[in-house]
Antibody
Framework: QVHLVQSGAEVKKPGSSVKVSCKAS????????LNWVRQAPGQGLEWMGR????????NYAQKFQGRVTITADTSTGTAYMEVSSLKSEDTAVYFC?????WGQGTLVTVSS | AIQMTQSPSSLSASMGDRVTITCRAS??????LGWYQQKPGKAPKLLIY???NLQSGVPSRFSGSGFGTDFTLTISSLQPEDFATYYC?????????FGQGTKLEIK
């Protein structure tokens, strides 16, 4: 079973960007869909987008289209999710995952 | 985009109770729906996928049913560790979408 480990917490200024990583071990990284999901404080889960690394296919929720970029490096088994033009409303815990396995989450705080 | 309507948003129940949570899709999604449990500060945990298939290691008191647009998650006899928030997620078509969540609390 794949094990996913995410990068650490970030504090960012409004208008800046953040890039969160998600490193996989075990399994075959490139062949499965990897999702990115976020959870604002006290709120529900929100699906942001996904990547299928071996096809380099990405899909995004309309809300994030143009501001979120998901990439993957199959040589290292690592996926990345970058959010640009950060706003305070982007303060959330960001999770990477496939159905059965999820990373531990990365808290991104956007504050001036 | 497919909308997932989950109900109730919160539920108060006692140990040993049987509870049911529902999700309705705005269009047919076959059986491509998962049920997740989330505890505070933790990642979601997959309980059931697709629709009625219990994941390995998940207690048999959890069950799922449904096809098309209407789905249910049932917990047959609540245990202390079941008090958490539950979400459905459709991955039939992108963009994938979660239900709003059901917070299950102890009465």
């Amino acid at each position: 079973q794949v094990h996913l480990v995410q990068s650490g917490a970030e504090v960012k200024k409004p208008g800046s960007s953040v890039k969160v990583s998600c490193k996989a071990s075990g399994g075959t990284f490139s062949i499965y869909t990897l999702n990115w999901v976020r959870q604002a404080p006290g709120q529900g889960l929100e699906w942001m987008g996904r990547i299928i690394p071996f096809l380099n296919i990405t899909n995004y929720a309309q809300k994030f289209q143009g501001r979120v970029t998901i990439t993957a490096d199959t040589s290292t088994g690592t996926a990345y999710m970058e959010v640009s033009s950060l706003k305070s409303e982007d303060t959330a815990v960001y999770f990477c995952g496939k159905r059965e396995s999820w990373g531990q989450g990365t808290l991104v705080t956007v504050s001036s | 985009a497919i909308q997932m309507t989950q109900s109730p948003s919160s539920l108060s129940a006692s140990m040993g109770d049987r509870v049911t949570i529902t999700c309705r899709a705005s269009q047919g999604i076959r059986n491509e729906l998962g049920w997740y449990q989330q505890k505070p500060g933790k990642a979601p945990k997959l309980l059931i996928y697709p629709a009625s298939n219990l994941q390995s290691g998940v207690p048999s008191r959890f069950s799922g049913s449904g096809f098309g647009t209407d789905f249910t998650l049932t917990i047959s006899s609540l245990q202390p560790e079941d008090f958490a928030t539950y979400y459905c997620l459709q991955d039939y078509n992108h963009p994938y979408s979660f239900g709003q969540g059901t917070k299950l609390e102890i009465k």
